[in-house]
Each structure stands twice: as C-alpha cells, then as structure tokens.
C-alpha cells in the first residue's frame, strides 16, 4: 500500500510540473520581443484597413468602368505595404477630396491615400508617414493653346480642384480666375469644353489625363518637386511607424519599384 501511494504522488508531482511548464512556454511566446499583431495598429475594424480617397485621380486612384474596385498607384502601394502588416482587407471609400481631413480627424478612417502633398497647414491638424512620391504641379491645355508657362495664364479662367496645391498656385498668377471644382477630372472637362483656358494639377495626372484626351496637352511642368504622403490620424502613431517601416521594406524588395513602372512606365528616379 505504501508503495502504491508513493507511485501515485510521484505521478501527482510530475503531472503538476509539466502544467507549470506548459504556463511558462505560452507566457514567453506571448512577449517575444519584435512581434506584433494587427490588434496593435488601433484599426477601426480589427484586421480591416479602411481607407479614404478621392476618386477619380488616375492613375493614383480611380474605378474602371463597371467596377466599384479601386486601382491604381496609390491602392497599390497601400495593399502592398498592409501586406507587410499581415492586413489583407483593404477597403478603399470614396470620398471628396476637401473633407478628408476632418473626417481622419474624427477617426471615420484608419487612413487616407489620395496623392497628398505635406504641407505645414495640414500636418498641423493630422499625421503623413514619410514621403512615398515626389511630384511637380503641371499646366493642361487645349491642343491648339499658346500657352508655355504660369505667366502666360495671366488674366485667364484656370481650373483646379478645391483645397489642392494646384488651387493655391493657380491663384498666385496676376489677374487669373480660379474655378474650383469638386474633382480634377471637373476641371478637365471643363478646359475641354472651353470654360476654362488651363487646368493644374499634379504632374502626373496631368500627363495622364492628355494620354487619354486628345484635344488636351500638357503645356508646362512647374518645378516644385512637392513630396506626397500618406495620411493617419494624429493619435495613431503606431499606425504610421509600421506604415513607414512596411514602405521601407517594399521599397528594399524591389515592390516599390514594380508598382511604379507598372503606373508610370518607367522606374522610379533614383
């Protein structure tokens, strides 16, 4: 009998160590230092990337035909990087381009990417992770325009988007008058119609925008080399360091490059 419950306590005590055992392993699996989770990022939907931009502004952001999909440079660099996060859901909203801030700022959005130049006034009400792209503003006008420069639109009607950077240097030209519309694309059916005499915009969807409509060229490029940025809201800084560091590693990866030339043709300068 003596020997039995010595054979049963020996079990107890050894049962008793392997549960404790097991305890200790899942502990520092749990802390193992350097990983995370997307439960970190402070996403609005866990596992859910949702993102705001304005919609058409090809070929950053814009649907095909039938499709409610965004594509595009911007929609790829975005999934591209989540995926570095382990965030396979990105979901793109439409929405106009002057109310993005304050909707970021009232935490609608985990993020916004819609080819936003940094600025001081903006950075001021809402965060940019570090510079993706770096762009020139541009002059579009119609095929049979004189016009070769900023000074050349004096006195003229120029279109723009509103609360854009080609707005602001629009009204910097002596005697212009800026219209301010709802989307680039406005601006640039209105220039083919003849409402306004030159729109302005970022260099490349200008550039696009002349491929696809032929009365339209591009007259002029305006030095500026203003860096582009993706947008969070200020109190989700884990969001924008894991955002810089995934943009960092797809550009170390050759993915950045690949998304690039995929949009624009050509690789990206050095």
């Known amino acids: 009998m003596r020997k039995l419950l010595w054979v049963l306590l020996v079990a107890i005590l050894a049962l008793g160590a392997a549960a404790c055992g097991d305890d200790g392993d899942d502990e520092g699996a749990a802390s193992t230092p350097g990983t995370s989770t997307t439960a970190d990022l402070g996403l609005i939907t866990p596992g859910t990337l949702t993102v705001a931009s304005d919609i058409p502004y090809q070929p950053f952001e814009f649907f095909e035909p039938g499709s409610t999909e965004a594509k595009g440079f911007d929609v790829d660099l975005v999934k591209a990087i989540a995926g570095t996060l382990g965030i396979t859901d990105v979901q793109f909203v439409d929405q106009s381009f002057d109310s993005i801030i304050l909707s970021i700022k009232q935490g609608r959005f985990d993020m916004s990417a819609s080819s936003w130049t940094i600025t001081p006034e903006r950075a001021e009400e809402v965060a940019f992770g570090d510079p993706y792209f770096s762009a020139n503003q541009a002059i579009l006008v119609q095929e049979d325009s004189t016009v070769a420069s900023l000074d050349d639109l004096e006195g003229q009607k120029i279109g723009a988007q509103r609360a854009t950077v080609g707005a602001d240097l629009a009204a910097t030209v002596p005697g212009a008058e800026v219209l301010r519309y709802e989307s680039a694309d406005d601006a640039f059916n209105a220039l083919a119609q003849g409402r306004v005499d030159a729109a302005i915009t970022d260099f490349p969807v200008v550039a696009y925008a002349s491929a696809q409509k032929?009365?339209?060229?591009?007259?002029?490029?305006?030095?500026?080399?203003?860096?582009?940025?993706?947008?969070?809201?200020?109190?989700?800084?884990?969001?924008?360091?894991?955002?810089?560091?995934?943009?960092?590693?797809?550009?170390?990866?050759?993915?950045?490059?690949?998304?690039?030339?995929?949009?624009?043709?050509?690789?990206?300068?050095?």
């Open 214 to 270: 032929p009365s339209l060229k591009v007259a002029a490029e305006v030095p500026g080399n203003l860096a582009l940025g993706l947008m969070f809201p200020k109190e989700n800084t884990a969001l924008v360091e894991a955002f810089n560091t995934g943009l960092e590693t797809i550009k170390a990866d050759g993915t950045y490059d690949e998304i690039y030339a995929r949009w624009f043709g050509e690789a990206p300068a050095s």
